[in-house]
């Protein structure tokens, strides 16, 4: 399957990307005949958004934090700088530190 932007998946089925975002959201129902769309847009077949599926248990809904970190990940592809892309690495590995590790490095520096 391609990875295409919202935009461009709405420029071949022929919907707005509020439409696209609609459907991946799960906000609005796909028709057959728009999954056919798709699936040929993507290069693939409508049976590929059926794979892996049990029909003994319910499908889950994306999460919050899922659908925000694909966003994110969508939003990072999209970035054209090095320069950026690394300031954000760098901003996020910060962010991902525990906070608890580092008030013990300040104690200790505080200490001495």
């Keep these: 399957m391609l990875g295409l932007l919202g935009r461009e998946l709405g420029d071949k089925i ?11 959201l799960g906000q609005d129902r796909v028709s057959s005949g728009m999954l056919y ?38 939003s990072l592809g999209e970035l054209k700088s090095g320069e950026h892309l690394e300031a954000i690495g760098h901003l996020v590995r910060g962010l991902a530190t525990k906070p608890r590790s580092k008030r013990r490095r300040q104690r200790r520096v505080l200490e001495r």
């Design 14 to 24: 022929g919907r707005s990307v509020q439409q696209v975002h609609k459907y991946e």
């Design 37 to 74: 769309e798709i699936a040929r847009a993507l290069r693939t077949s409508p049976e590929c958004f059926f794979e892996g599926l049990d029909t003994d248990h319910p499908v889950t809904q994306e999460t919050s934090l899922q659908r925000l970190m694909n966003d994110l990940m969508r």
